[in-house]
């Protein structure tokens, strides 16, 4: 009995020392789920956090391929106005370009047709120059010519009648001679002061 008391004893003090253990087992047991409840409350609000920010961070970047989108359209559009105004600008360009060879053919025509005047005027001046100079030079000799003639009258009127019939008269024909070398003298004159042209 004594052994069975003993056992008893040792299984009382067992239990106890298991009950005891199994309470420090229990405590531990409790603080270590408390401890894995308040981790897990705290990976779920991390969790929710991230998740949170996994949204926000969705949702700034769609707002931002979105707003991304719109440059890349605006840079488009912008490309395409860019063109368009090149284009246009070449194309203004080629026709003041047109424009200024059509002015440049028309001004070298222009430029032409006044040289062609200009010498036209010059030799029309020239000839105008020579023919008052020769119409000078004519009525310089006319008035020669006009005094030959005052002379030719005024010797001829200057004869007597009968110095007239000498001078006509076949037979006598003295003064014939003498008057024959006038005229010519008079006949040269008038064919010096002939004009030229």
């Known amino acids: 009995m004594r052994r069975l008391g003993l056992s008893l004893i040792a299984l009382s003090a067992l ?30 609000d991390q969790r929710a956090a991230l998740q949170a920010k996994l949204t926000s961070a969705e949702q700034e970047r769609d707002r931002l391929r979105k707003q991304s989108e719109a440059y890349r359209a605006q840079v488009k559009e912008a490309e395409q106005a860019y063109r368009q105004a090149v284009k246009d600008f070449n194309e203004r360009l080629g026709e003041r370009d047109d ?15 006044a040289r062609a005047k200009d010498a ?30 005052d002379e030719v009258v005024t010797k001829y009127e200057a004869m007597d009648p009968f110095e007239k019939v000498l001078d006509h008269d076949p037979v006598f024909g003295l003064k014939r001679v003498e008057h024959q070398n006038a005229a010519q003298d008079f006949r040269d004159k008038i064919l010096e002061q002939k004009a030229k042209p």
């Open 120 to 149: 036209e005027r010059a030799k029309f001046e020239t000839e105008a120059t020579a023919l008052k100079a020769s119409t000078k030079a004519c009525e310089a000799k006319n008035v020669r010519l006009a005094k030959i003639a």
């Open 15 to 44: 239990a106890i020392a298991t009950t005891a253990h199994a309470d420090q087992e229990g405590d531990r047991l409790r603080e270590a789920l408390r401890t894995a409840t308040a981790q897990a409350r705290a990976a779920e």
């Open 99 to 113: 424009s200024l060879e059509k002015w440049k053919t028309a001004y070298g025509e222009a430029a032409s047709v």
